[in-house]
């Protein structure tokens, strides 16, 4: 079930994590693992806040913090060397917070292959937005998505289908960079491969019916 302001409230309580705070968390216990088993189930938590419409805004929010205090009207009634100083830690925190989307992308290029798996599945969960979409086209993500689509873990690249379905129709150049010969042929074998995985096929078929077959007829 999806979130909503009200459902939010009424899961946390007055003394709840906000949600923004709790995400905020979560990248940086990501960020100071020292071991792989954490750093998976962190960003396996992570992707599944991103299937929520709910938290796509927070996925992106990096700097409001900053923002909104530099902007709060009561700063110029505090010394000049307090706000300094609380300027200064808060641009070291900013510095120090991930843009989740990006956490994703990094881990679709580690070795380890689960957090492969989770940071693409984030992605995908989360690319139907159009702004999240462009935020993940404008890191480079879009070759490190087709790469995925060569890995030997069938969720990986069911994944990486899913995330192609809805990025493709991001603008022309998105499109081009996705529908290139190569790229077509290995989702075409991934669809005519019904009998290896139906999961890989439908999903193949869906894209060539979107993306390709479509195109064809109105042409």
Do not use: W
Request: with cysteine; hydrophobic share 40%.
């Amino acid at each position: 079930m999806f979130t909503n302001n009200q459902r939010q409230e009424e899961r946390t309580g007055k003394h709840g994590t906000p949600r923004l705070q709790y995400l905020q968390e979560l990248v940086s216990q990501f960020q100071n693992a020292t071991d792989e088993e954490t750093k998976e189930r962190t960003v396996a938590n992570l992707a599944n806040f991103a299937y929520d419409p709910y938290n796509y805004t927070i996925l992106r929010q990096v700097t409001s913090s900053l923002l909104t205090f530099y902007h709060y009207p009561c700063r110029t009634q505090i010394s000049p060397a307090y706000f300094i100083l609380f300027m200064m830690k808060m641009l070291i925190g900013v510095l120090e917070q991930l843009n989740v989307l990006e956490l994703f992308i990094d881990c679709i290029t580690e070795p380890n292959e689960k957090l492969v798996e989770f940071g693409i599945g984030g992605i995908c969960n989360a690319c139907a937005e159009p702004k999240n979409a462009a935020t993940i086209i404008e890191a480079d993500g879009i070759p490190l998505i087709i790469k995925c689509l060569s890995s030997p873990v069938r969720n990986i690249v069911n994944y990486a289908l899913g995330a192609l379905y809805y990025i493709c129709d991001y603008n022309r150049a998105t499109r081009e960079e996705i529908v290139r010969p190569e790229v077509v042929d290995l989702i075409e074998r991934y669809a005519a491969a019904e009998s290896v995985s139906v999961s890989f096929s439908n999903l193949a078929k869906a894209f060539l019916d979107k993306h390709i077959h479509a195109n064809t007829r109105d042409s």
